[in-house]
């Protein structure tokens, strides 16, 4: 498609619960991205991939969160036994190359509120 | 490190007067730069990016941004502001090699009628 699509729009979960948020790329967009957005205005990289590889998760908390993307199939991010500082809107991002100069494309996120 | 930092969380403008939106950089190197627009409850838009191309740069909507290195800024103008221009507004930069961005803490920017 020509734009990043995400889903669900918004997730409710309680704490201790399973989140699984899904994202299409761009078709033709080799890299995508992982964003945590809290407080509304903070911004975390989570994780990237290049195709189905992941390409840099060092911003991934990797005891309950992890992230696949595999072919033909959106990708995902999974956050096992949720917590309530896991509350944010996380936005998924494509791009077609490599390179800081490479603009990335948004989708309009998911919401996921833990209770 | 890297980082942007902006210097204004909120600033308000009447319909129709220029628009100023200030964004510095740190960085050891020229490093790439966005201007990203959020309306609410909506994803992020790319309004400009600078790529060491030229340092004046034009976007979408009117808006432009001036890279200064000697300022190590990157602000971002537009000479008449409209009612659609409300919104939240992020400077972005973009880290060598990892390739993920790196984000300022955002502009929410007001127009009044």
């Known amino acids: 498609g020509e734009e990043v699509a995400q889903t669900p729009k918004h997730l409710v979960r309680g704490e201790g619960q399973k989140a699984k948020l899904y994202c299409a790329p761009i078709?033709?967009?080799?890299?995508v991205f992982w964003y945590q957005q809290v407080l509304k205005n903070e911004f975390k990289f989570l994780i990237s991939f290049q195709n189905e590889n992941v390409f840099d998760e060092t911003g991934m908390p990797k005891e309950r969160f992890s992230a696949k993307c595999l072919p033909n199939s959106p990708c995902s991010l999974e956050i096992q036994a949720t917590k309530l500082e896991d509350s944010a809107v996380y936005f998924c991002a494509s791009s077609q190359f490599q390179g800081r100069y490479n603009e990335q494309f948004f989708g309009p996120g998911t919401r996921l509120t833990v209770l | 490190a890297q980082s942007v930092t902006q210097l204004d969380s909120h600033v308000s403008v009447s319909e129709g007067t220029p628009v100023l939106l200030r964004c510095n950089y740190s960085?050891?190197?020229?490093?790439?730069l966005f201007w990203y627009v959020q309306h609410p409850n909506k994803g992020l838009q790319l309004l400009l990016k600078y790529t060491s191309a030229a340092t004046l740069v034009k976007g979408i909507n009117g808006f432009e941004a001036e890279f200064k290195k000697s300022e190590t800024s990157f602000h971002l103008t537009k000479p008449s502001a409209h009612m659609s221009d409300a919104a939240e507004y992020f400077c972005?930069?973009?880290?060598?090699?990892?390739?993920?961005?790196?984000f300022g803490t955002g502009t929410r920017l007001t127009v009044i009628p």
């Open positions: 972005v930069g973009s880290q060598t090699g990892a390739n993920n961005l790196f």
């Open positions: 960085s050891s190197y020229s490093p790439s």
């Open positions: 078709k033709g967009h080799s890299y």
